[in-house]
């Protein structure tokens, strides 16, 4: 039998938030965030706007601008998003949390 860490330490993440534990890294928390936002709205990650919403409440706007044209310039981040199909499918897992 094996133990699933990964939800493990998720379900201790929620735990603590629950209970308004100090987070030691809120920048991990707002970026995990972020992803889950993206995640909520598109049914899919969306790397440009996730960068963009935590650099704007970071208010760290050029520290990894370079990497950002970088990836830019090589397409690994997409102007736009794209969508799932089955919204409903997403809107259940959201409102299982």
């Avoid at 939800?7 to 965030?33: Q, Y």
């Avoid at 520290?63 to 199909?85: A, E, F």
Wanted: proline letters at 3%; a positive charge; glycine letters at 6%.
């Amino acid at each position: 039998m094996a133990i699933d860490i990964p939800a493990v330490m998720d379900g201790l993440r929620h735990k603590a938030l629950e209970k308004g534990v100090k987070i030691a890294e809120p920048d991990v928390l707002n970026f995990h965030t972020e992803v889950l936002n993206t995640v909520k709205k598109y049914g899919r990650t969306h790397k440009l706007e996730i960068m963009m919403r935590y650099k704007l409440k970071k208010m760290d706007f050029f520290s990894d601008m370079g990497v950002g044209l970088k990836m830019l310039k090589k397409r690994k981040l997409d102007l736009t998003p794209s969508k799932v199909q089955d919204k409903k499918a997403i809107e259940k897992i959201f409102k299982g949390k």
